[in-house]
């Protein structure tokens, strides 16, 4: 799995220099993106997901955040979007629980960008509770219901819950980005950051039209 992880992310590496093109990705079942044999139920019914699976420690998925930012800000009502951290053991595991964590405490959007950077670029693991902690409150989050939150049964739950889904996508790599249960595709399927949200929107053009 872990070799997988990393072929995936070398591909990545070396599709990042490639410009998007302008006209529409062509959608290529298959080669462009990967239509699920088993579709995975959305969390938000009546609604078209996009879920976006990542890792805190994956610079490819850091330097996706500028382009997929704003465009998920930007999705029409009709449209939920959602992050869902891989989770592969060790540190993925850990900052998994991390995300989650700080989404259940409601503070992740606040506190989302400083995670990113403290691993990115200022070289902390963050990979112990206590360490995570200890950041965290720099940046306003309570250290202890932090703690408490993080050992918590219903994190305990959302990270088995994570995993199952990232089974169920067939996820080997990050980033990758899932709409609607049924299609899975990434930077290196696609051809860069903004032919994958371009292939994104083709596919939510294409799941509301068959409602």
Request: charged share 20%; hydrophobic share 40%.
């Amino acid at each position: 799995m872990r070799k997988l992880i990393l072929s995936a992310a070398l591909v990545t590496a070396s599709l990042f220099g490639m410009t998007a093109q302008a006209a529409d990705v062509p959608l290529e079942a298959g080669k462009t993106y990967v239509e699920l044999t088993n579709p995975v139920p959305v969390s938000v019914p009546g609604k078209i997901e996009v879920v976006e699976l990542f890792w805190y420690g994956c610079p490819h998925c850091y330097s996706f955040e500028p382009t997929i930012n704003p465009w998920a800000e930007k999705l029409p009502s009709d449209v939920n979007f959602k992050r869902i951290p891989a989770m592969f053991g060790g540190p993925w595991d850990a900052h998994g629980q991390m995300f989650l964590t700080l989404e259940a405490m409601g503070v992740e959007h606040k506190v989302h960008g400083a995670v990113f950077d403290a691993i990115q670029k200022q070289g902390k693991r963050l990979t112990k509770p206590e360490e995570m902690a200890d950041f965290l409150a720099t940046q306003g989050v309570d250290k202890d219901k932090f703690l408490t939150t993080f050992n918590s049964f219903a994190i305990k739950g959302q990270v088995k819950q994570a995993k199952d889904l990232a089974q169920k996508y067939g996820v080997q790599g990050v980033p990758t980005l899932i709409v609607n249960g049924k299609y899975r595709f990434d930077l290196g399927s696609t051809g860069g950051p903004e032919a994958t949200l371009n292939v994104a929107d083709q596919l939510i053009a294409k799941e509301r039209a068959a409602k």
